[in-house]
């Protein structure tokens, strides 16, 4: 809590922080903890979801749909977080700069890591939906092959065991 005053002071100049209550240096240390430990909190969750892309992304080149599905439902968890997270940092931030707080110099810094981690997962997630997209491309390929008697020469045989038998179409009866 000294580090933080320490630094508020340093920040906003002594000028500002002379006119200022302790309660009012109280809230606005409160304030920046807050924010930052909800960065710090949303740059961790943007991590756990980079590292969750690159394990779906091996989960697709081993064609384990096992692991693509958890790892989807794992995603949507972690996004969900995220979002969550969000719509409580954009409040916490607008509150931030209403109340005159001047960064520290850990605050840009977490907020550049985030920026980069966000296009990381951005470049990670369309790098995954195009492997997903070839890998579908190549089961429905193989389910059309299927039915193609060039590739399957049973595709057109029907069953040595069914018989092909005619049905009368009109029924004749005599008085």
């Known amino acids: 809590m000294a ?12 000028k500002d922080s002379e006119n200022l209550t302790q309660e009012e ?3 606005r240390i409160a304030i920046l903890k807050r924010f930052r430990h909800l960065l710090e909190q949303q740059r ?4 756990e979801y980079l ?4 394990k779906q992304e091996k989960g697709i080149a081993s064609e384990d749909d ?8 794992l995603e949507q968890q972690i996004v969900s977080n995220i979002t969550n997270l969000q719509k409580v940092i954009v409040p916490m931030e607008a509150l ?5 707080i ?6 840009p810094q977490i907020q550049k890591e985030l920026s980069e981690l966000q296009e990381a997962v951005l470049v990670q997630n369309e790098k995954n939906r195009t492997l997903l ?17 060039r590739h399957n020469p049973y595709a057109k045989n029907t069953s040595i065991y069914s018989q092909k038998v005619s049905t009368p179409s009109i029924i004749d009866i005599e008085i």
């Open 102 to 107: 001047k960064l520290t110099s850990e605050i």
């Open 133 to 149: 997209k070839e890998h579908i491309t190549q089961i429905r390929n193989r389910i059309s092959q299927f039915s193609d008697p």
């Open 96 to 100: 931030y700069k209403e109340k005159g």
């Open 51 to 54: 590292t969750v892309l690159e």
């Open 3 to 14: 580090t933080l005053l320490n630094n508020y002071n340093q920040n906003n100049g002594t």
């Open 25 to 27: 240096i109280n809230e």
């Open 66 to 73: 096992t692991v693509i599905v958890a790892q989807a439902e």
């Open 44 to 47: 961790n969750k943007f991590k």
